[in-house]
């Protein structure tokens, strides 16, 4: 499927604005710095959904600073000037600037208090994972996908609105429609608008990803400065217990290294950034940077398993100039790598290890996540043997090569339970225990030459899971965030027991604040993958030839209901 009929790229120009007239004048919102909106994937795909529609006017906005009015990058013209504002929402952390910017701007924060437009939504992983917490501040949600009718429904109500509708009746009109959530209006729960997998390729037996994901602006001033980032693979197989990615973005799909060519050559940028959640296992990996190479246009992957990093795709790494490779370890241990299904075996890790230095890499990031449910001192002494081989096997791999020393970087991040994952049930490590945790890890690099400890924030993971796993009540607890300058600010003055929603493990039939939303997958099919962390027995990875083979978690029976 040929992608340039509808290509859209900016590259480094910027935007004309749109005369609005006959257009629906829309706010498309990145709660961040601009940096960073020019490097997320998500907003950019929305951005280019909507603007080259000929019935709306798209604008981009930024966070700024505190008390200023929130002014588009394309015009002069402030926020509170557009009938419809659009937020794109990636992170918990993120909550209280949407509330900041409306109210900087002069809008209400509050939905109650916007009876007419602007119509104020939210979409992003958050809005199916758990919108509920911010739930109060917007009039709806869009969840799931944006590929599968975000861009429809815009339009839809620039029509209601030139026909003289109100905000109200429009609404009324979709609120029990798929991938909407109207809070206080929607009845029953919202079935997430997924983009429904494309044939399997008969080359490699993989479903496809219909339209991937792409940048319509590379800048200097983003994060990833000058990279063009494509979407190489949405969803993944492994079923990661403690990773929501692995379950809200199901079915897993892989995109067609030919759209994937078409689009390099139709925006000939000097950097590309393949993004995916399972790199390795997309089958045309290699074939295609290996083009890249050939037409030399720089690359980076945002990540690899350590059983996919073989020694033909190091060498075009290295040959390409990467000198950082990134590896996840996750568990400390053996029975936690099994209890979160991690399905990585030793002996691939440190086989990944020694290449990386016999290769020549300069530096090695390895991650573990720790605060794991029934974790114990013994998986910790497992860790530091696993640090002693891992210097080993650097050593072996840098034989008498010293000035080609690899340097090692060991990041630990705290285990944050998400909804729509196993874990949802699970309570989280007090923030006392997280630093206790931290250190021993900190401690146990100390004795080798070359490896160094990066620590998570104890704090900042107690509150995402917060922010996670809340319900409305949270609102006004994000609002006094937003008004005093920060989360300390909230706990100082929230008179509310927020940890709550973290501190205590849950039944199997609790109930859950996100239980409204449907993402395909069986609550029954998590709970039996929580029973299962529990006895560190993992599970089976999805199946190559897509839903049809497995049947086992919801999403065959799901995408076949309609």
């Known amino acids: 499927m040929s992608v340039k009929e509808d290509f859209f790229y900016y590259g480094q120009e910027e935007p004309t604005p749109e005369e609005s007239g006959g257009r629906l004048p829309t706010a498309l919102v990145f709660p961040g710095r601009m940096g960073a ?4 994937l998500g907003w950019q795909a929305v951005y280019r959904l909507l603007a080259p529609d000929a019935e709306l006017a798209v604008e981009r906005f930024f966070l700024g600073d505190p008390g200023k009015t929130s002014v588009s990058m394309d015009s ?14 990636n992170f918990e952390e993120e909550y209280l600037h949407p509330v900041r910017m409306l109210k900087d701007s002069g809008v209400p924060p509050l939905a109650a208090e916007r009876p007419d437009f602007p119509l104020v939504m939210a979409g992003g992983p958050v809005a199916f994972l758990n919108p509920a917490p911010i739930a109060p501040f917007f009039d709806m949600f869009w969840v799931g996908e944006a590929e599968a009718g975000l861009k429809d429904l815009c339009v839809e109500l620039k029509r209601h609105i030139y026909n003289g509708g109100s905000k109200k009746e429009f609404l009324e009109l979709i609120k029990d429609r798929d991938g909407v959530y109207v809070p206080g209006m929607t009845t029953g729960q919202v079935r997430r608008a997924v983009l429904a997998p494309g044939p399997v390729d008969e080359g490699h037996g993989v479903p496809l990803l219909t339209s991937p994901a792409y940048s319509c602006f590379i800048s200097p001033d983003a994060v990833f400065k000058d990279m063009f980032l494509v979407e190489v693979n949405r969803g993944c197989p492994y079923g990661c217990r403690f990773c929501a990615a692995g379950y809200i973005y199901r079915p897993p799909r892989h995109a067609s290294v030919e759209q994937l060519k078409e689009l390099v050559e139709l925006a ?22 290996e083009w890249l190479k050939a ?48 399905n990585l075996e030793e002996e691939d890790f440190l086989r990944a290890v020694e290449l990386s230095a016999a290769k020549g890499v300069n530096h090695l990031r390895i991650y573990v996540i720790v ?29 008498k090569k010293k000035k080609q020393f690899m340097r090692i970087t060991l990041g630990a991040s705290c285990l944050v339970p998400k909804p729509w994952t196993p874990l949802q049930w699970a309570p989280m490590q007090s923030e006392h225990d997280l630093k206790q945790v931290l250190s021993t890890v900190n401690g146990l690099t100390k004795k080798y ?40 600010k909230a706990f100082k003055y ?22 409204f939303i449907d993402t395909g997958v069986k609550k029954s099919f998590l709970w039996r993958e929580w029973e299962r962390f529990q006895q560190a027995r993992k599970s089976p990875v999805c199946p190559p030839d897509g839903c049809a083979e497995c049947k086992v978690c919801g999403m065959h029976q799901w995408l076949t209901q309609k």
């Open 268 to 289: 000939d940028p000097p950097k590309v950034g393949l993004v995916g959640t399972a790199l390795t296992d997309w089958p045309d990996l290699i074939p295609y940077i």
């Open 295 to 342: 037409r030399k246009t720089k690359f980076s992957l945002s990540s690899v398993r350590a059983d996919g990093l073989t020694e033909e795709l190091l060498d075009i790494l290295r040959a390409a100039g990467v000198r950082t490779v990134t590896l996840a370890l996750e568990g400390a241990s053996k029975r936690l790598r099994d209890a979160a299904s991690k």
């Open 37 to 40: 909106g020019l490097s997320t």
């Open 449 to 488: 030459k070359g490896i160094t400890f990066s620590g998570d924030s104890p704090f900042q993971a107690r509150l995402q899971g917060i922010l996670s796993r809340g319900d409305e009540s949270l609102a006004e607890f994000i609002t006094i965030a937003a008004e005093q300058g920060g989360w300390k």
């Open 494 to 515: 929230y008179e509310g027991d927020p940890e709550r929603f973290i501190d205590t493990e849950l039944e199997k039939d609790s109930p859950l604040p996100w239980d």
């Open 371 to 399: 605060g794991w449910p029934g974790e114990t001192a013994e998986d910790y002494e497992e860790l530091a043997d696993m640090l002693r081989k891992i210097d080993e096997a650097r050593s072996r791999g840098q034989g």
């Open 76 to 89: 002069d013209k402030e926020l509170s000037e557009f009938p419809l504002i659009g937020f794109s929402i």
